[in-house]
């Protein structure tokens, strides 16, 4: 088991320089998360958000050549996925992967540690509406709600200590947004009894999550670097007015 070290931030990534298929995508990324804070994560199209949640997940095909990433003091690029994950990141992707055979249950009880008590699986069915898809394969012919809510189900099934969230508001309409949000924040704030508050990660363009879910830290990632640091609210405020070009509150943080 590992402890949280209150000494160390949860997550510490430190000049995060990046490369994909030879193109260096993230130029230096500095980005310090401790437990229970949640940031969001804003940029344009293109910008590397996805690519720096798919490095701290774990997935293969980008080339770290400069920089670190600690967890509760680890090195997080060191290790698998699935020591990631045991390490307590949870990730709710973007386009979540539809797998073949196994089923959505399947994957709640390997996420929850192999134990899923029958009252807090039907809990977390019950609140995410995906009591009818736990015995389909997952994702395997999900609607984009139904997927976003089986992700939901996995991370709320997990626990993990850092939550990434790639865009949970994508392809979900207005009623599914609640429950996805609704569920966002229970789980970043931990109210079951047993729960501690978890750090959380969100990607959002529109910031339509932030309805339900209370953000602290909002950053711009913008050519390759986190350019801009602030209230997540104002943040997207200023970018809806004036763009990503001119984002006032941006241009303040450059100086
Ligand atoms: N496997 C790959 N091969 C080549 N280029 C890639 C690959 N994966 C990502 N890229 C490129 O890296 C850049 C960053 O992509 P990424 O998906 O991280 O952007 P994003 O900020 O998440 O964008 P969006 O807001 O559209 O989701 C893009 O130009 C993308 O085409
Ligand atoms: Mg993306």
């Not at 994702?139 to 997990?158: D, H, I, P, V, Y």
Request: with cysteine.
């Amino acid at each position: 088991m590992h402890d949280t070290d209150i000494t160390v931030p949860l997550l510490a990534i430190t000049d995060l320089h990046l490369s994909i298929a030879g193109r260096e995508v993230l130029r230096g990324i500095d980005l310090t998360i401790d437990a229970g804070e949640t940031h969001v994560l804003l940029g344009p199209n293109g910008s590397g958000k996805t690519t720096l949640f798919n490095t701290l997940v774990g997935l293969p095909g980008y080339e770290v050549t400069q920089g670190s990433v600690a967890f509760k003091g680890e090195n997080l690029l060191a290790l698998t996925i699935d020591e990631r994950a045991r390490l307590g990141v949870g990730v709710a992707f973007q386009r979540p992967p539809a797998v073949r055979g196994v089923r959505l249950r399947q994957v709640m009880e390997v996420a929850a540690g192999g134990a899923l008590e029958a009252g807090t699986l039907d809990a977390i069915a019950g609140e995410l509406a995906v009591a009818p898809m736990l015995e389909r394969d997952v994702n395997l012919g999900f609607s984009g709600g139904e997927a976003k809510r089986s992700e939901m189900a996995q991370l709320l099934a997990q626990q993990p200590e850092l939550a990434l969230f790639d865009e949970p508001e994508s392809g979900v309409d207005l009623d599914n947004i609640a429950v996805v949000g609704g569920a966002i924040a229970h789980l970043l704030k931990g109210d079951r009894a047993s729960e501690r508050p978890r750090a959380g990660l969100i990607i959002t363009h529109t910031g339509h999550i932030l309805q339900y879910v209370n953000a602290d830290v909002g950053h711009v990632l913008f050519d390759g670097r986190l350019a801009c640091e602030g209230n997540p609210l104002d943040l997207i405020d200023d970018i809806v007015s004036h763009g990503y070009e001119g984002c006032v509150e941006c241009a303040a943080c450059r100086q």
